[in-house]
């Protein structure tokens, strides 16, 4: 765990209060710093010896790492707890698809094109893997970099580059460098030689040892160099050993403040197992068991999409519900007498009732009201869907400019919100009681903009 104030106000200078940190005391300031309200920097009294260790007993216990860039670049790290319970993951593990340099040139081109197309909307977000990692396994290294410029060329996503050609890595790490792509591996014999290939390009690089305990001479030998953006891979075999080890590093890092373990890591399941179900089960273990990349070596749309429904599940932060954002949403392409419907923010009853009306191929208004991603009957109870916030809602979301009629449908579990929402809407709207569930959205939708049309 990162150092407390208390910690803190030890390594501070102590003067009278001068406040030049524009704190009243050290401790007020150290307090602040503890919580990151504050930077080192504000107290101008410190050595370079006491900044640098205040900035290390500050840094989180697992370094941020991203791989790739822009819109594609992938956070990983910076981890707090071991449990999500305790209070939330943070960065949820990126999914890569290897593509070796023995593939045929077809291999390539479906693995990028899948790749590409296998993207799946889902609760307001879209679920896709996020990386390609590049294999140099042909011993050609001009075919490696062949590779490694077709996919650069070709895709924008992050990349990770896998060669125990030193050469070869770094020559392909020329081509992508702007990609920010992680080099792996680093181990025990090639350390020397790339440290100064990678100080020339800073980008993430991949650690490799046999053991965990193998790793640490390793990241205390690239700290030492200036090397930060570290990725770990203690070597495991199978899931038995990949579990052990990750469980090792992560609890070394967040129970001690182990700094020499404090990265993310990566796991192989594409290496680990013998075919794709037990592939795809490793994959699956280590979304869970705290892996931070996981290299797999192909999908399909039936094996990828469980894995990240599942990656959605453990990675959402679950002292919040899912919710989307508040605003009113066309369905098809309504028109001024299209209907009007109304319902809360929680994404499972968003999508739900947009499934349901989108069902009816009825184009239609949606307006969804800001519940704190509470379900409607739940967000009524709470007080956050009353007729008085939902009428203040319709009056100012744009709705009323859209259509021509002046009829709102409300969910049938909050039929008794209709007087008061009524009058909150100063009787310019007849409110209309939906169905309760969005099974009765079938019969009832198609109905009323019958009505409304005629
Ligand atoms: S500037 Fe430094 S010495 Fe002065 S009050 Fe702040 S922390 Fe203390």
Sequence with gaps: MPIAGSGIVKMLPGRKPCKDCGFPTCFAFAMKLASGGATVDKCPYLSEEVKDKLLDALAPPIKLVTVGSGENAVKIGNEEVIYRHEKTFVHSPGIALLISDKDDNAGVEEKIKKIKELQFPWVGVNLKADLLALHFQSGDKAKFLALVKKVYDSTDLGLVLVSEDMNALFAARDICADRHPLLYPITSENIE??????????????????????????????????????????????????????????????????????????????????????????????????????????????????????????????????????????????????????????????????????????????????????????????????????????????????????????????????????????????????????????????????QLKG
């Excluded at 992560?250 to 001690?256: C, D, G, I, P």
């Design 193 to 450: 030689e790339a440290i100064p290939k990678i100080k020339a390009t800073p980008t993430p690089v991949g650690v490799r040892a046999s053991s965990v305990e193998g790793l640490v001479p390793l990241t205390t030998r690239l700290k030492d160099a200036g090397i930060e953006e570290v990725v770990l891979d203690p070597g495991s075999k199978n899931l038995l050993e990949a579990v052990r080890d990750q469980t090792f590093i992560r609890k070394a890092a967040l129970k001690q403040g182990f700094r020499p373990l404090g990265y993310p890591t990566i796991a192989f399941p594409c290496f680990m197992a013998k075919d794709k179900l037990r592939e795809m089960l490793v994959g699956s273990a280590l979304v869970i068991k705290w892996a931070s990349i996981i290299v797999l070596s192909d999908f399909d749309r039936y094996s990828l999409l469980p894995l990240l429904v599942q990656r959605l599940n453990i990675y959402t932060d679950p002292r919040f519900p899912m919710a989307v954002e508040e605003k009113y949403y066309e369905v098809g392409e309504p028109d001024e007498s299209s209907p009007v419907l109304i319902t809360s923010n929680w994404a499972l009853t968003y999508f739900l009732v947009s499934s349901a009306v989108e069902a009816t191929k009825v184009p239609a208004y949606i307006c969804v009201k800001d519940a704190e991603g509470l379900g409607v009957l739940t967000a009524w109870a709470a007080g956050k869907f009353s007729g008085d916030s939902v009428g203040a809602f319709i009056k100012k979301c744009g709705i009323e400019g859209k259509v021509k009629h002046r009829k709102l449908v409300i969910p049938g579990k909050v039929a008794r919100i209709k007087g008061e929402l009524e009058d909150a809407l100063e009787l310019k709207w007849e409110v209309i009681i939906g169905p309760r569930e969005t099974t009765g959205i079938g019969a009832f939708l198609p109905a009323l903009s019958k």
